[in-house]
T-cell receptor, first 115, second 109 residues
Framework: DSGVTQTPKHLITATGQRVTLRCSPR?????VYWYQQSLDQGLQFLIQ???????AKGNILERFSAQQFPDLHSELNLSSLELGDSALYFC??????????????FGEGSRLTVL | DAKTTQPNSMESNEEEPVHLPCNHS???????IHWYRQLPSQGPEYVIH???SNVNNRMASLAIAEDRKSSTLILHRATLRDAAVYYC??????????FGKGTRLSVIA
């Protein structure tokens, strides 16, 4: 158990819909990262937040947005869903010891299926 | 981003040592070498990291070449539970971890 909690574990929805994925980081971790893993693209970095502020942005579509709340949990919002958005979405956290050392703790992921 | 090159797949017998290679010829002086693994249906899991010296922990050992252009993750006795995709990643501290395709390790009983 990494200490990172993601909900929901599975989600099935239709094209054009909007969903929200939730992540609770390990206790005390200030950084939250979102990654997308699909069969053809591998693990792709989407976005990072540190203590409520956006820190880095990767290949995140404009239809996707995220935020980190004062209690440090994070949400990833996916809208106008397309079939190609079907993937595993992982959240990771780091930062308990201070400066980022590169050691990330990943949750078990949220599997999104768009029909 | 500095890139790493790993074999697509490797196979090992159970209880035998496994040496997973990684080439990173464009590594910079401040890049750490990180290894993660991803078991089936799970999120990636940190394994080990190092800068210049060889490193050991309870999961594995990391051997780093003297010129730092390559490294090897060593699993001393492979078990069926070690079957996973292993990722070798260079990390400079300024950008998030970028995962490549990794090496898919199969362990045969």
């Amino acid at each position: 158990d990494s200490g990172v909690t993601q909900t929901p574990k599975h989600l099935i929805t239709a094209t054009g819909q909007r969903v929200t994925l939730r992540c609770s980081p390990r206790s005390g971790d200030l950084s939250v990262y979102w990654y997308q893993q699909s069969l053809d693209q591998g693990l792709q970095f989407l976005i990072q937040y540190y203590n409520g502020e956006e820190r880095a942005k990767g290949n995140i579509l404009e239809r996707f947005s995220a935020q980190q709340f004062p209690d440090l949990h994070s949400e990833l919002n996916l809208s106008s869903l397309e079939l190609g958005d079907s993937a595993l979405y992982f959240c990771a956290s780091s930062g308990r010891q201070g400066p980022h050392t590169g050691e990330l703790f990943f949750g078990e992921g949220s599997r999104l299926t768009v029909l | 981003d500095a890139k790493t090159t790993q074999p697509n797949s490797m196979e090992s017998n159970e209880e035998e040592p496994v040496h997973l290679p990684c080439n990173h010829s464009t590594i910079s002086g401040t890049d750490y070498i990180h290894w993660y693994r991803q078991l089936p249906s799970q999120g990636p899991e940190y394994v080990i990291h190092g800068l210049t010296s060889n490193v050991n922990n309870r999961m594995a050992s990391l051997a780093i070449a003297e010129d730092r252009k390559s490294s090897t993750l060593i699993l001393h006795r492979a078990t069926l539970r070690d079957a996973a995709v292993y990722y070798c990643i260079l990390f400079s501290g300024n950008t998030p971890l970028v995962f490549g395709k990794g090496t898919r390790l199969s362990v045969i009983a």
